[in-house]
């Protein structure tokens, strides 16, 4: 271990990687798990004993879509049953009233549903699913009728930023405590359609001047989350609130990693959950302790003042950008590579957008067939 080590906040539970939607920019892997590698119910409720035994607080279900799991009902309810905060991360089209309201009875305390856009068409196009953000809308009056707390997240980018006025009144509008205006992150699929996202420095410029202006107005209703784009930025995001510090993430395949996205860094060693107690890989896992704390950073990061706050970024996007996960970050205006990351941001945003690649399970991954996706026209 290399530095004294505080229990994890919260426990991110990717359920699965299957999902009806294909949105070009998903957090998953590119190599996606396959229905057949999930781990089992059984194991799941250790997990959830051994989070809570830990200190956690809260746990996330998530995937792709976490509600294609059909004991969804009986982790969240063993998650209750030992004092964790359950949020539900869903695409939204899949839940009726009927099993909304089962999940609610059983503990479930917050929904978090993705929309794509504000307007049907667009946000249908860009998750690859016909009808979607009409069922999105539905879902987030039904979770607000049953008492449950609702955030909406809106992922960002240069084909809807103009709609960041719309998506905060459709918030507004659907009852919700809180809204996250998220730039596109680039690792995996969002890397490889990056040119397709990336928004223009001015959309960039308005979009953030109009979200200062709405924070104050909307004081007491609307909570807003807002980062910008990494390439636009001086300093790094605090990626997951510093490696191994606050956050850990179970794949469906029951790997823990340190972020949804660190399998994109090579040479790494992921524990399992079928090896390991969750508290044994916390401490002790050669991938947390990797880069955990500030002993792993080089110059500039090891002396700056920043270095307990930021914690160096993101390695995730240290790796992408420069083939390195222990280097400084290039969207910290100190790294040498930072110009050029900026460059490359402008660069890109000013050409035409190309078409999607659209993240397909079956696609070229041997993966189980589609379950749910039905494309856009
Ligand atoms: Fe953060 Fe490192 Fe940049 Fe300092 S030099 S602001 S610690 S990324
Ligand atoms: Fe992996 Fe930032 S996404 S550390």
Redesign the pocket.
């Known amino acids: 271990m290399t530095e004294s080590v505080e229990a994890p906040l919260a426990l991110l539970a990717e359920l699965t990687h299957r999902c009806p939607l294909q949105c070009p920019y998903c957090s998953n892997p590119l190599e996606l798990e396959r229905a057949s590698n999930e781990i089992d119910t059984a194991t799941w409720l250790r997990v959830l004993d051994e989070a809570a035994a830990m200190g956690m607080h809260q746990v996330h279900f998530s995937g792709g879509e976490p509600t294609v799991r059909k004991d969804l009902e009986e982790l969240v309810r063993h998650a209750d049953e030992n004092g964790l905060y359950s949020n539900l991360i869903t695409s939204g089209v899949l839940l009726d009233r009927t099993r909304l309201e089962a999940l609610a009875e059983l503990g479930l305390e917050h929904v978090q549903i993705s929309f794509q856009d504000t307007v049907a068409p667009n946000a249908d196009r860009i998750g690859g699913y016909k009808g979607g953000h009409e069922k999105k809308i539905a879902l987030a009056h039904m979770v607000r009728e049953t008492g449950l707390a609702l955030t909406v997240n809106a992922v960002v980018h240069r084909q809807n930023i103009e709609h960041v006025p719309d998506f905060l009144d459709m918030a507004v509008d659907l009852g919700a405590e809180r809204i996250e205006i998220a730039q596109v992150q680039y690792y995996g699929w969002a890397l490889k359609n990056r040119a397709a996202f990336i928004p223009t420095y001015d959309q960039l410029k308005r979009t953030t001047e109009f979200v200062t202006e709405a924070r104050e107005r909307l004081k007491g209703v609307l909570v807003i989350d807002y980062v910008v784009p990494d390439y636009y930025a001086r ?2 995001k605090t990626c997951m609130g510093g490696w191994g510090r606050r956050f850990l993430n179970i794949n469906p395949a029951g790997k823990v990693l340190p972020c949804h996205a660190a399998e994109s860094i090579p040479g790494l060693t992921f524990d399992s959950v079928h090896d390991h107690s969750l508290a044994w890989i916390w401490e002790n896992s050669s991938a947390f302790n990797k880069y955990r704390g500030t002993a792993w ?1 080089p110059e ?2 090891k002396s ?4 307990e ?5 993101c390695r995730c996007q240290a790796y992408a950008l420069t083939g390195n996960a222990g280097t ?2 290039p ?5 040498p590579l930072h110009e050029e990351t900026f460059g490359l941001a402008m660069k890109e945003a000013a050409g035409p957008p190309p078409a999607f690649i659209y993240r397909r399970i079956g696609a070229d991954q041997e993966q189980d067939a589609p379950v749910f996706a039905e494309p856009a026209e």
């Open positions: 300093r790094p950073m500039p990061c700056c003042d920043r270095a706050l930021d914690w160096g970024g400084v970050d969207a910290c205006e100190l790294s």
